[in-house]
């Protein structure tokens, strides 16, 4: 097992409108991994995940394939802080935020 990471991506291309936030949801939680995913009004998607860094790997890897009917031009991947996690709903490992 390698070590724990938090990563921040942000998500480019056709990716509202086509169930790409329960894509990563769901993933995500397959995987094990903490954190949150949201839509944000520029078009894009948001996510920080948190979990071992070979399966963060892996994720960001899914990420870019997205699910049936996405178009992922770019992900920007950023180191994540432990504070972003506090957005999470309370009680969750990992949730879909609201709009921002």
């Known amino acids: 097992m390698s070590e724990a990471v938090i990563v921040h991506l942000v998500v480019h291309g056709r ?3 086509v169930v ?9 939680r397959t995987r094990g991994l ?9 078009g894009t998607v ?3 995940l ?3 860094a070979a399966l963060i790997e892996d994720m960001t890897a899914v990420c870019k394939r997205g699910p ?5 031009d770019a992900i920007h991947r950023s180191d994540g802080h432990a504070s972003s996690l506090k957005e999470r709903a309370p009680g969750q490992v ?5 709009t921002i």
């Open 68 to 72: 049936f009917g996405a178009r992922v």
């Open 94 to 98: 990992f949730s879909v935020l609201p």
């Open 20 to 28: 790409y936030r329960a894509f990563v949801e769901s993933e995500a």
């Open 34 to 42: 903490h954190g949150w995913v949201r839509n944000c009004r520029d």
């Open 50 to 52: 948190a979990g071992d």
């Open 15 to 17: 990716v509202q409108g």
């Open 46 to 48: 948001e996510a920080v």
